[in-house]
Nanobody, 124 residues
Framework: QVQLVESGGGLVQAGGSLRLSCVAS????????MGWFRQALGKEREFVAG????????YYGDSVKGRFTISRDNAKNTVYLQMNSLKPEDTAVYYC?????????????????WGQGTQVTVSS
């Protein structure tokens, strides 16, 4: 069992930056591929970024490529999402997720554990 807790969300102006963090409980963090998803009001949950167990492979949704960067620190049981050049359409609740299977994993069904989410609001 893995528990995930996101933080770092907030209100930012368009063009600004935020860094989200997700801390995992337990001693087996490096056993999991990690991912970030987001869900805007009234929309489906959307894949944002994923990272392999030791950070050697990263992959992104088309809408965030070149602007967002996923990384992880296994010593701290933490995965990060650096978000730059934010746009109003990036406004959503952002969720961290952990997967036992090997990446790339871009579907919601591919992940086994989820955090409760953190709100990101980008004003125009």
């Amino acid at each position: 069992q893995v528990q995930l807790v996101e933080s770092g969300g907030g209100l930012v102006q368009a063009g600004g930056s935020l860094r989200l963090s997700c801390v995992a409980s337990g001693r087996t963090f490096s056993s999991y591929a990690m991912g970030w998803f987001r869900q805007a009001l009234g929309k489906e949950r959307e894949f944002v970024a994923g990272i392999s167990r030791f950070g050697t492979t990263t992959y992104y949704g088309d809408s965030v490529k070149g602007r967002f960067t996923i990384s992880r620190d296994n010593a701290k049981n933490t995965v990060y999402l650096q978000m730059n050049s934010l746009k109003p359409e990036d406004t959503a609740v952002y969720y961290c997720a952990a997967a036992r299977r090997a990446p790339p994993i871009t579907t919601r069904e591919g992940y086994d554990y989820w955090g409760q989410g953190t709100q990101v609001t980008v004003s125009s």
